[in-house]
């Protein structure tokens, strides 16, 4: 077997970001980022000031929600627990955040990690993630994004056909009982995996991440309409699923083939807006703004454009949505689905 290509998220150049500036786009629109990160990797540090710099730089952020990222587990004791470091680690934040007065409430939802294969061992991280969270622990995501022909993974790659194992779906069904909900991150070629889980699972809340993942690089390269056929029929079966909601972002990554960050010039929102306009109108279609909702997925975003850039290409998106749409699509959604209200 041909060995897969390895790709590597580009890491943020400020001063390459700082070569493009927009003016923001009704920047008194109330927004919610329901997909962001915190990390320290090298060369690429996203704590609290760098993400205060980002909600402070011209658009209406009321809240965010983190998203597990691998970071900041625990050194020490049972290796299911090790997770709860996370959350411990971004509740900090928050408290910090909340000390210092912003106006934007920082991590207002956390979404950690368990490895559902524990199956009823899952009760218990459930339970301590809830108790560091400080009322603010949501769910959580096991990643399960995997591709024989790609790796672009910052972490262990997950094993092929993880949702359905029966060890990770007795250890998913723990989900419904704590009253959380379940991000999923994967690729268009693994839709049809999760409707086979969220049809398992019709209580749960499942949102899929990055538009449903359409890959655009390595053996996909090119190959553009093909994939949005492909994707586009698995999209409107997840659609089906009631318990199902889409996140509008993420395409700022290099498994998505689109490269802005080779061009000398950082995009426009109006380039970032065409480029991405059929997946996203797409998903609107099939889902209904109820259940979309738009995030940064930034640091790694951060790679191709800069945070106000790309808040304008969702407003430029959603430009000929009714008002009640622009109100879901930007903060409803995510503030129903998260618990936030």
């Not at 290796?79 to 007065?101: C, D, H, I, L, Y």
């Not at 000929?320 to 699509?329: I, R």
């Amino acid at each position: 077997m041909t060995s897969p290509i390895v790709l590597r998220h580009p890491i943020p150049k400020p001063e390459w970001l700082g070569k493009l500036t927009e003016d923001v786009l009704e920047p008194d629109l109330p927004i919610i980022d329901p997909h962001h990160h915190l990390w320290d990797h090298p060369g690429n540090k996203y704590y609290l000031d760098e993400l205060l710099a980002d909600v402070n730089s011209g658009h209406n952020i009321v809240s965010t929600v983190f998203l597990q990222c691998f970071w900041a587990y625990r050194k020490d004791g049972p290796e299911a627990m090790k997770p709860v470091g996370e959350t411990e680690f971004v509740a900090s934040v928050a408290a910090e955040a909340a000390r210092r007065g912003t106006r934007t409430k920082l991590c207002a939802g956390i979404i950690g990690h368990v490895d559902f294969r524990l199956g009823d061992g899952v009760d218990d991280v459930l339970k301590a993630h809830a108790a560091a969270g400080g009322g603010r622990f949501r769910g959580i995501r096991q990643v399960t994004a995997r591709h024989h022909g790609i790796m672009a993974s910052i972490a262990t790659p997950p094993t092929f056909g993880l949702m359905a194992e029966p060890s990770f779906r007795r250890g998913f069904a723990w989900l419904g009982r704590h009253g959380l909900s379940f991000d999923a991150w994967l690729y268009h070629t693994q839709l049809d995996q999760l409707l086979d889980l969220a049809r398992a699972f019709p209580e749960t809340p499942i949102v899929l991440n990055h538009v449903g993942g359409p890959l655009g690089a390595g053996p996909y390269r090119g190959k553009g309409a093909e994939v949005f056929a492909t994707w586009r029929a698995g999209m409107k079966s997840l659609a089906g699923c009631a318990n199902v909601h889409v996140k509008l972002g993420g395409l700022a990554m290099v498994v998505n083939g689109f490269d802005f960050h080779e061009n000398v010039l950082p995009p426009s929102s109006g380039e970032l807006a065409d480029a991405w306009r059929p997946w996203m109108d797409a998903c609107i279609e099939d889902f209904g703004a109820s259940r979309c909702m738009f995030e940064s997925n930034f640091p790694v975003d951060k790679g191709m454009c800069s945070y106000p850039v790309l808040w304008n290409a969702f407003k430029r998106i959603a430009a000929g949505a009714s008002a009640s749409e622009k109100t879901a699509l930007f903060h409803g959604t995510a503030e129903r689905f998260y618990r936030l209200g």
